[in-house]
């Protein structure tokens, strides 16, 4: 299987900008998620590499061949492409049976009836819908119709897949399932994958590489764990799980050791971090994501990144507690599996482990 390259894409639509000028790569046999808010251009892009969107400048590639280039006025069709799409919105067609729906492709590009069948029943099998076969989509559930646009979309053996967000329709269970069955079907057919989602657990459950996006560009790309434990900006480390930031300086650089000098309007002090990444005097975002802040009932002997705090608001979200924490003036978010034996309103302390401190800088 080939990888794809994006190179410089830009798609205007009139004054506004979808996508602003991406540049990645989809690694053969891999699945990148496009991961961000709506509207951030997920969708174009993907239109643009399937060839359902003529992009105003840039170069595509499928492994070594170009199936778009704007100076070169390259532009195959969507069915030259070999891609495989699974829509937003499924797009199963209404007046067609399972069979037909997923049979189309492979007729538009005229195949034998015998083959055509021999292809359909293997995709159906693959996804587990034999049984379904002769009824129209309105007669089979909203996962049922899932895996329909998804045999329909690998039916021909192409050679990418392209899927966007094609678990937003369904329940929460049925859609944290279908994720693995993605994946395991995905590693199966060891199809280059690009799946856009602005659903941050399903990127990181499915993806070898996660492609951040906001306002038409990647603003930032690695493994899952890359992105949740060193985002790079602001906007990663909100947009990727919960995160509390704290305004500040870098005061002093010891041996593997900083210390931000915090200066919230309700907060000051120092925050100890075993980043280093940043040099003395550079404003910095002190981040700590919730389940990094440790609640204590007592006063615990810790010599640094220790502090009383107000507990303001306690929910139990089955599972983990989910807590407003009031340190001086500023209110922070905590998260624990554990019970914290403390009522609303209680004097607690929290600490914060240096190595949990990341830092990001401000401008
Ligand atoms: N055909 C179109 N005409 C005009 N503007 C468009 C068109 N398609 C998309 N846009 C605009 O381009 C931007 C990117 O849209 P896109 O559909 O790519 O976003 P998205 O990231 O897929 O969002 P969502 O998560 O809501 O699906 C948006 O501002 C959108 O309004
Ligand atoms: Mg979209």
Redesign the pocket.
């Known amino acids: 299987m080939p990888d794809v390259k994006i190179e410089k894409l830009i798609k205007r639509?009139?004054d506004?900008i979808?996508v602003a000028g991406i540049d990645i790569t989809i690694p053969e046999g891999k699945i990148v998620t496009l991961l961000?808010?709506?509207?951030?251009?997920?969708?174009?892009?993907l239109r643009c590499v399937a060839g359902f969107e003529h992009a105003d400048e840039g170069r595509i590639w499928i492994g070594d061949h170009i199936i778009f280039d704007s100076t070169e006025k390259i532009s195959l069709s969507p069915q030259k492409r070999d891609m495989g799409m699974v829509f937003?919105s499924y797009a199963v067609w209404p007046h067609m049976t399972v069979y037909e729906n997923i049979a189309f492709p492979l007729k538009i590009r005229k195949m034998s009836r015998g083959e055509v069948d021999q292809r359909v029943e293997r995709a159906m099998n693959m996804v587990g819908i034999q049984a379904l076969k002769n009824r129209l989509p309105s007669a089979v559930s909203g996962g049922q119709q899932q895996r329909v646009a998804f045999a329909r979309a690998i039916v021909y053996d192409p050679t990418v897949l392209l899927l966007d967000?094609p678990l937003s329709n369904l329940d929460a269970k049925l859609r944290e399932r279908m994720r693995f069955e993605i994946l395991e079907l995905q590693r199966k057919l060891g199809i280059t994958t690009i799946y856009?989602t602005?659903d941050q657990e399903e990127a990181m459950v499915l993806s070898d590489e996660v492609m951040v996006?906001d306002n038409g560009l990647v603003i930032q790309s690695g493994n899952p764990e890359e992105i949740y434990f060193n985002p790079s900006n602001e906007f990663v480390a909100d947009f990727i799980g919960k995160i509390n930031f704290l305004v500040g300086t870098v005061h002093t650089l010891d041996e593997g050791m900083s210390v931000v000098n915090i200066q919230e309007e309700g907060l000051q002090g120092s925050m100890y971090t075993t980043r280093t990444d940043f040099p003395a005097g550079r404003r910095v975002l002190a981040s700590v994501r919730p389940e990094n802040i440790q609640i204590h009932t007592s006063k615990p002997d810790k010599e640094v990144n220790t502090w009383p705090a107000r507990l303001e608001r306690k929910n139990f979200l089955g599972g983990l507690f989910d807590m407003i924490v009031r340190v001086e003036d500023k209110e922070l978010r905590c998260r624990t599996p554990f019970v914290v034996e403390a009522d609303t309103g209680a004097t607690v302390y929290i600490h914060i482990q240096p190595k949990d401190v990341l830092l990001i800088g401000m401008n």
């Open positions: 639509f009139g506004v979808a961000g808010p709506s509207g951030c251009g997920k969708t174009t892009t937003q967000e856009v602005h996006m």
